[in-house]
Every structure is written in C-alpha cells, then in structure tokens.
Nanobody
Framework: QLQLVESGGGLVQPGGSLTLSCAASRSISSFAAMNWYRQGPGKEREVVAT???????NYAGSVKGRFTISRDNAKNTVYLQMNSLKPEDTAVYYC????????????WGKGTQVTVSS
C-alpha cells in the first residue's frame, strides 16, 4: 500500500505563487507516472501536470508556462510549483501515482485546497 499526503495549499492572491508537496510513504521511482489533478467547484477532476518515470512532463493547456511538476526520489516527494495564479486555479489539488499507462490502477492523496482570491 502507498499513502500520499498533499500539503502546501491555502489562500493566495491572484498573481501569487504556491508550492504543493506530495509526500509518499515509500519509493515513487517505480511508478509509470506521478500526476497532479485538480477539481474546481462545479467541475470534474482534471489532470494538470504529469511527470513520467522517464522524467517527461506534460501540462494542461490552462497551466502551461505557470506550473512546474518535479520530484525528489530520495525524499519520496513530488512537487507542484504554481506561479501567476488565477482565480480559475481555485480547486482541490490531488496527488496521484499511476502504476501503468494502460490501466487506471494507482493511488490518490486526499487533496489540498488552493483558493485564489483577492
């Protein structure tokens, strides 16, 4: 079993920055991908950033150029650096560890709330 715990969320003004952390209970280096998802009010969950085992990255169009996903395998931690935040970024952000690209199996954190408001 893998446990993922997100932290770093909070209230930030538009244009501000936050860094989210996802601490894993064991090694994350074997997973096919680590992902950050979010679910805003009245919206469905969407993937915002992906970091593959081979260190390739991908971002949702709405966050490209503003968000950066990274990891520290020695610390079993994944990060999401968020800059130039907009009210539309308000959501619960979830960390996900994907076991395979051909199945949906994996693990989820409980989420951390990010609110962008003046």
């Amino acid at each position: 079993q893998l446990q993922l715990v997100e932290s770093g969320g909070g209230l930030v003004q538009p244009g501000g920055s936050l860094t989210l952390s996802c601490a894993a209970s064991r090694s994350i280096s074997s997973f096919a991908a680590m992902n950050w998802y979010r679910q805003g009010p009245g919206k469905e969950r969407e993937v915002v950033a992906t970091l593959s085992r081979g260190d390739s990255t991908n971002y949702a169009g709405s966050v490209k150029g503003r968000f950066t996903i990274s990891r520290d395998n020695a610390k079993n931690t994944v990060y999401l650096q968020m800059n130039s935040l907009k009210p539309e970024d308000t959501a619960v952000y979830y960390c996900n560890a994907r076991e395979s690209l051909i199945t949906t199996s994996g693990y989820w954190g409980k989420g951390t709330q990010v609110t962008v408001s003046s």
